[in-house]
């Protein structure tokens, strides 16, 4: 199903998307998170990144250094940033109040999977408090 809410939509390979799933099981209990980068809303790479979150297992954060190189060779591949993803090991694909405060990107899109129940994705712009859903597309 594809949501069409501002007109925005992201487009995210298969092979990427199971990619994503595969690490979001694999840091499960803890949250996972990383970048994807692409150009025109088509994710071309994923940019794992470790969780250095106090307390992982409700929240994420990635330490800077690590952010920046992921940018960094983002950049040197012709790529922007398309999304900012973690996952909700056991809560649903929605912003927590946690996630609310620390959307410091306007413009960018977070993307956030959730093991619970069954696996399942939505992305959202934040421009806190208003939160705006992104269509998500595997192809
Ligand atoms: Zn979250």
New binding site residues.
Partial sequence: MIFRIMGKVISIPNEINQDLIRQAEMESPK?CCGLLGGNDGLVSSRYPLLNRAAIPET??FAAPDERFRAIKLMRERGEELIAIY?S?PKTDPY??E??LDMAFYAQAVYL?ISLKNDVSARAFTIDSPKVSEVAIKII
């Fill in positions: 949250e929240s994420y973690h909700h912003p927590s946690k996630d956030i």
